[in-house]
């Protein structure tokens, strides 16, 4: 009898069921913590469809730990996760993607030799219909004509998908691992500092496609210590403080001041100055 080959996740499944009052993703009472050193305590936020949350902070504030929490790159110490209302529990990334979320982190995890295209759908293969398939030839030419889409959302120019990852500016990394992402989210898009290598144009361009993200009811969570670039894309921004979330407004409610000072804690020391002031 022939052996069954693993069939390789569509690159938009379907939405899992929905719960319409529940929150894309439910973050509660997330803690993390290695030995003594306590990383994050007692995170809670709430993400909704449609909207484009700034997570910002310090450098080690705890950022990247909640990215990664909910990412399923890391394991919580305290709390939970729910998406559409029901709890998981991430083993692994695997599970966060095939719950739909979808992270592209700073370093960009990338195969510099291989081609483009194979970087997309790297461990996501895709087979060929019919018999081909079932004998384990890959479908290369659907493949790249996906890749080529996703990244001609991103607005950057790449002459070719056939093209290696090695032979690419940082900018035109920065680009694939983008595409990569907005090809395979399908719940919620994780963007760790998705602009850092590029240029302003090309930051622009990435602004445009988050808006293109939003309009389409997926929510990002943008990590990013740009602060202009926050204000002017999210919806909402969260502040975290030594581990703590010491600030979740309305980004219309805030100046970059006012979220500069909750970076630093300067904010929350005149916070609690006028609190104790008779």
Known sequence: MPTELPVTPDP???APAANPEAPVLRVSGIGKSYGHIRALTDVSLDIHPGEVVGLV??????????????????????????????????GSALDARLAGIEAVYQDLALALDLDIWANVFLGRERLRPGLL??????????????????LRRTGIRIGSVRTP????????????AV????????????????????????????????????DQGIPVILVS?????????????????RGRKVADRDARSMTIED??????????????AAGSAP
């Open 165 to 176: 990852c090695r032979a690419l500016s940082g900018g035109q990394r920065q680009a694939v």
């Open 12 to 14: 938009h499944p379907p």
């Open 225 to 241: 210590h740009n602060m202009p670039q926050v204000h002017a894309l999210c919806d909402r921004i969260v502040v975290l403080f």
């Open 57 to 90: 902070g310090d450098n080690g504030a705890g950022k990247s730990t909640l990215v990664n929490i909910i990412a399923g790159a890391i394991r919580p110490s305290a709390g939970r996760l729910a998406v559409d209302g029901r709890e998981v529990q991430f």
């Open 259 to 272: 979220t500069i000072a909750c970076i630093t804690g300067a904010g929350l020391a005149s916070a609690d």
């Open 179 to 214: 595409a990569r992402g907005l090809i395979w989210g399908s719940r919620l898009l994780l963007l760790d500092e998705p602009t850092a290598a590029l240029g302003v144009e090309q930051q622009a361009k990435v602004g445009e496609l988050i808006a293109a993200v939003r």
């Open 133 to 150: 398939g079932r004998l384990g030839f890959l479908d290369k030419a659907a493949m790249r004509e996906t890749a080529l889409g996703g």
